[in-house]
């Protein structure tokens, strides 16, 4: 029997409803909800004590209950931890990741549960640079494939545009921390990267930094991430998100890892960085 359009169509939207519901039945099946991360992005996940701890693992341990599973943290290079997602290494990613533009359009993205806006981080002795365009002419740090390592080249172009020269140079480390200890080495003048982290890493090297905004006009946030087809298990940690978001637990959970809350729209931005 010849197959019509039609029925293609109503066959390829059965499959995908199919799809939709494959991980998140597959993860109550297993028993375990398994979520890539890469350990080293204080406050949000690090290793202590030879356990993943952070206010994203914090998180999880507020909705797994809800899935009657357990939860498996992998650890992950950041560099490529959307495609290790579609290779199904694991089933979510639940890593502070800043939801671009560019992303949304590999991935789907939960409600956004932290804010992300970039800023620069500075000696604290540093004097040189009051605004984001004295980055010019000077060595920046940031993490590989990180977002800020995106903003970054992004405002290059438009100190270009305005006459400016551009960065001195770009450094891009496998872990923030690297680029942290390097600014206080001298061996970078400034690292971008999400104000509310650095905030953190400041309270805990007092004296060190200092930090100053202005890198982007656009305000930014951190979801998490989910192969496009799994729409199922986006719903399900969307739900458990705005219940946490409406009792008030997101925000206990903030005032323990950042010593504040935070302000967060209730879907994710049609204006993305």
């Not at 890493?201 to 991430?225: E, L, N, Q, S, W």
């Amino acid at each position: 029997m010849l197959r019509t359009a039609g029925s293609a169509a109503l066959l390829g939207v059965a499959s995908t409803r199919v799809a939709q519901a494959d991980t998140l039945d597959e993860v109550k099946k297993r028993g375990t909800l398994v979520v890539g991360t890469e350990a080293a992005y204080v406050p949000y996940e690090f290793f202590k004590d030879g356990k993943i701890i952070g206010y994203d693992p914090d998180i999880i341990d507020q909705f797994i209950p809800k899935l009657g599973v357990k939860a498996q943290l992998i650890d992950t290079a950041w560099n490529g931890i959307i495609p290790a997602l579609y290779a199904k290494k694991f089933d979510v990613i639940i890593s502070a990741m800043t939801i671009t533009k560019e992303r949304a359009e590999k991935v789907l993205f939960s409600m956004p549960y932290a804010e992300a806006t970039n800023a620069i981080l500075l000696r604290a002795n540093e004097n040189s640079v009051k605004t984001a365009d004295d980055l010019s002419g000077k060595v920046v740090g940031v993490q590989l494939g990180s977002a800020a390592a995106g903003i970054i080249k992004t405002f290059e172009e438009k100190l270009k545009a305005a006459g400016k020269p551009g960065y001195a140079d770009v450094k891009q480390y496998e872990h923030y921390p690297e680029a942290y200890q390097d600014l206080i080495n001298k061996r970078v003048d400034a690292v971008v990267n999400s104000k509310s982290t650095m905030l953190v890493v400041m309270k805990d090297a007092p004296g060190k930094f200092k930090m100053i905004g202005g890198i982007t006009d656009i305000p930014a946030y951190f979801g998490m991430a989910f192969r496009k087809e799994d729409v199922a298990l986006q719903a399900f940690v969307n739900e458990q998100l705005a219940a946490m978001k409406k009792d008030g637990r997101l925000a206990q959970l903030q005032e323990k890892w950042f010593g504040a809350t935070m302000d967060t729209p209730d879907v994710v931005p049609e204006v993305l960085p």
